[in-house]
């Protein structure tokens, strides 16, 4: 009895251990070397440092987190659009498909600067360059989910005279919808980094331009502490995105896989 | 019928080919006719210009984040297969550590190359490492899923045709996991030259991200687009070499 209960938790308790372990020996270690403050602070400093400075914190990580909501959310709507819109035709798919592709492959990352000549020092910018990073992740994996309906199906739907619009929704939208939501899952991450590395490359507001900030004042601690604050927003809105998956998921009734009903 | 098959090969090239030409001409067109400034907007032909003009420049600068960002191609590829091996090779291991690793994806990892330079100092050493570490996570899941999902029925016929595990290792676990390991290579070329951008941003004096953003700060909006061209190339060559060697690696391993 204790044997099976030990296994059922083994999964959830051994990565909390180690964890554990890791953070101790993190504190230990720095005190017991004496690492200089300057390269590693240990955890209890990253922690009073939280506490300390948690009210500029938390008014920071605000624009940051509006950013990265809206951002994601904007390039969720464009990038589900433009799935969908791929898939209409075979035609259209050709003619855009390879070039989303291609998106995909290039470093994004580095058109940073041209989103502040455009739009501005302001939020506007780092708004415009995270919808602009989560969209192709999202475009992409809602593409191949559109794609993934079971060809049985859709030729069923046919013979049975329904709509393109009726097929679509019935058929197309289910099987894409595992896909869609590990668009979405990567979506929001990249969102969040497009936001960060716009603030630190306009550095006016926002926990990037806290690190960036910090950073350059050598205060280890401030960047540990603001760094371990966005993982929390990064974990809370990854959490948002898997409970809307659950509720969709329920909603739709059928427990769908990637591979279609089972 | 060989005509209809022919005519979807033609319009597999043709249609893509046919949106890039057009929306390049559109860009040219709008640019030019509404007189858009430079600073906003350079036309394809300025973009080329530069390109041309300030080709010596910019080849020097991509030497730089080219080789940074193969070393960190590399060694992202390194890393990923020993913590893949390390995580296959124990259970207990791999439970206290897998859900660790897939946590620390969801977090942004951009927001820690400030402490890459704060620890290693703005050369090279601390883009490498940056790179590395935000790059290698894809190569390990993929190479783990890959020697995980090894059909069981394959390695116990091998056992009982007494092969050795190393035999198995090589003959049937690493063909499984080839495929696995090069879609996860393929993440990681495009994020090591994303890794090496960033770092650039954030501290060096030369290589492309840095000239970008030089360039960005003075306004010369033809000069971004031209590097950005080139970054494009390097981004693109790394997963075509990738992509190469899939080829020659899944061929020999047949073979």
Known sequence: ?262 | MPDATGRERLLTVALPTGTAVAFLAVWQAVATLWAIPAVILPAPSDIVRQLVGSWGELLYQASFTGAEALAACVLSGIVGILVAAMLASSTPLREMLYPNLVAFQLIPKIALAPLFVIWLGIDAPSRLAFSTFISFFPVAIGTLTGLQSTNPNAIRLCQSLTASPSQIFRHVQVPYALPFFFSGMKVAATLSVIGIVVGEFISSKHGLGSYILLAGSRAETARIFAALVVLCVIGLALYGAIAWLELRVRRAWRG
């Open chain 1, 1 to 262: 009895m204790a044997a099976i209960r030990w296994r059922a938790w083994r999964p959830i308790v051994l990565p909390l251990l180690f964890a554990g372990a890791l953070l101790l020996a993190w504190q230990e270690l720095t005190g017991w070397l004496a690492v200089s403050p300057m390269l590693l602070v240990p955890p209890s400093a990253i922690w009073s440092v939280l506490v300390q400075a948690w009210p500029v914190l938390l008014a920071q990580s605000w624009p940051t987190l509006v950013n990265s909501v809206v951002g994601f959310l904007l390039a969720s709507g464009l990038g589900i659009a433009l799935g969908g819109a791929l898939v209409v035709s075979r035609r259209v798919e050709q003619a855009f498909w390879p070039h989303v592709l291609i998106f995909q492959l290039i470093p994004k990352v580095a058109v940073a600067p041209l989103f502040i000549i455009w739009l501005g020092m302001g939020p506007t910018s780092r708004l415009a360059f995270a919808v602009f990073l989560s969209f192709f992740p999202i475009a992409v994996s809602a593409a191949t989910g559109f794609r993934a309906a079971d060809p049985t199906a859709l030729r069923l739907c046919r013979s049975l005279t329904a709509t393109t619009w009726q097929t679509f929704l019935r058929v197309r939208v289910p099987y894409a919808i595992p896909h869609i939501f590990a668009g979405l899952k990567v979506g929001v991450t990249v969102a969040i980094i497009g936001v960060v590395i716009g603030e630190f490359v306009t550095a006016q507001e926002g926990l990037g331009y806290i690190i960036m900030f910090a950073s350059s004042a050598a205060q280890t601690a401030l960047v540990f502490a603001t760094i371990a604050l966005l993982c929390g927003i990064g974990l809370l809105l990854y959490g948002a995105v898997a409970l809307g998956e659950w509720f969709v998921r329920r909603w739709y009734g059928a427990p769908i896989s990637a591979g279609g009903f089972e």
